[in-house]
């Protein structure tokens, strides 16, 4: 084979996938336009909340996986994978968002919280926070925010870490005007 066959041999290969293939190059235009909308959004809301220059990084390589993700399982079916192969990939992955959003006990959850904490004007580092849970509660300052967890550091200098999918579920009180005794039960009302 000479130079001048291989060339036509890909321009024949080019015009007969010529749809596709701009389909996949709006797929890529795609991605870095929502990389581009996304990263700043992310940056703007770790620059409220005072936490650390990681917790953005990790927030926006988790966007980028995730856009990612959905851009490869869309240019699968443009490119005309089996479609069987593409049903699974795509109901493990509605699965596997189901239980990061659902399910309480899931490590996906604990991301997800993250993602919603770390953007939350509320949520700021130094604030001095009081989670109940029941009858009893926490107090502390948010020291960090990690993937799974939330460190807060009590008046004591004692560190507890709070899962974040519980931080969700729990009725928090920011900034509370009187503070307690850090861990403990709540103090009974007693009615007259």
Do not use: C
């Amino acid at each position: 084979m000479n130079f001048v066959t291989l060339t036509n041999d890909f321009l024949g290969w080019v015009l007969d996938h010529g749809f596709r293939l701009l389909v996949t190059l709006a797929v890529f235009v795609a991605y870095l336009v929502l990389d581009r909308i996304n990263t700043p959004k992310i940056e703007e809301g770790v620059d409220q909340s005072r936490f650390k220059e990681g917790s953005a990084n990790k927030a926006i390589q988790l966007a980028r996986a995730i856009t990612g993700m959905f851009g490869v399982l869309f240019l699968f079916l443009i490119w005309g994978l089996d479609f069987s192969s593409v049903f699974i990939f795509a109901s493990t992955t509605i699965t596997l968002l189901g239980v990061a959003l659902f399910a309480s006990w899931s490590l996906l959850s604990n991301v997800t919280a993250y993602f919603i904490l770390l953007l939350q004007p509320s949520f700021r580092r130094g604030h001095y926070i009081r989670i109940i849970d029941t009858d009893n509660y926490v107090e502390g300052y948010i020291a960090e925010l990690n993937l799974f967890s939330m460190k807060l550091v009590t008046e004591n200098r004692e560190v507890i870490v709070y899962p974040n999918n519980l931080l969700l579920g729990r009725p928090i009180v920011v900034n509370p005007k009187n503070r307690l005794s850090e861990i403990g039960k709540l103090p009974s009302s007693k009615e007259s």
